[in-house]
T-cell receptor, first 114, second 112 residues
Framework: QQQVKQSPQSLIVQKGGISIINCAYENTAFDYFPWYQQFPGKGPALLIAIRPDVSEKKEGRFTISFNKSAKQFSLHIMDSQPGDSATYFCAASSNEAAGNKLTFGGGTRVLVKP | AAGVIQSPRHLIKEKRETATLKCYPIPRHDTVYWYQQGPGQDPQFLISFYEKMQSDKGSIPDRFSAQQFSDYHSELNMSSLELGDSALYFC???????????FGSGTRLTVV
């Protein structure tokens, strides 16, 4: 049973368009929600993260929206560029204990058409 | 800035052989994690260490073991390798109370 569900699996967007990726989680103990960007053959790189005490966080062209009651969060990539073409993973973890592992969503492969 | 260093980058082993993957976390990070990522899959948590003690265990086969040494580097030992063990293996490190994990570039293991 996947604790973090991510959609869509893949996304094609025109250059300059908005990429939207959605995630939903089950475990209410999760209190840290990062997004990672991964290029082929590379390790995931932290893009942006949010905690449940805020509903939105923006860093440059990347925005996380968080809905605690619905247990959902999403990533918006504004003004998408060909260099944004990558696989994006949402994740969640709990800070209850040290060594808090990340539970990843299934990933979304984003292709930005020039 | 120093990153998480993994070695080797690529490894080819035959079935039933043994492999050892190494990870050097970011200095002063107190937690190390190992993840396995199959082709087209999301990373799956294997095991973690906090201050050299095993802190959590995920879907790690009994054929695999890991440890963290006094210098904080970690090794993932994989024995009786199977074809299905072919994957990217990532190490990540973090600092308790900080934010975000930093992943290494991974070791691509191919079992033939």
């Amino acid at each position: 049973q996947q604790q973090v569900k991510q959609s869509p699996q893949s996304l094609i967007v025109q250059k300059g368009g908005i990429s939207i990726i959605n995630c939903a989680y089950e475990n209410t103990a999760f209190d840290y929600f990062p997004w990672y960007q991964q290029f082929p053959g590379k390790g995931p790189a932290l893009l942006i993260a949010i905690r449940p005490d805020v509903s939105e966080k923006k860093e440059g062209r990347f925005t996380i929206s968080f809905n605690k009651s619905a247990k959902q969060f999403s990533l918006h990539i504004m003004d998408s560029q060909p260099g944004d073409s990558a696989t994006y993973f949402c994740a969640a973890s709990s800070n209850e204990a040290a060594g808090n592992k990340l539970t990843f969503g299934g990933g979304t492969r984003v292709l930005v058409k020039p | 800035a120093a990153g998480v260093i993994q070695s080797p980058r690529h490894l080819i082993k035959e079935k039933r052989e043994t492999a050892t993957l190494k990870c050097y976390p970011i200095p002063r990070h107190d937690t190390v994690y190992w993840y396995q990522q199959g082709p087209g899959q999301d990373p799956q948590f294997l095991i973690s260490f906090y201050e050299k003690m095993q802190s959590d265990k995920g879907s790690i086969p009994d054929r695999f073991s890991a440890q963290q040494f006094s210098d904080y580097h970690s090794e993932l030992n994989m024995s009786s390798l199977e074809l299905g063990d072919s994957a990217l293996y990532f190490c990540a490190s973090s600092l308790t109370g900080g934010e975000g994990y930093t992943f290494g570039s991974g070791t691509r293991l191919t079992v033939v």
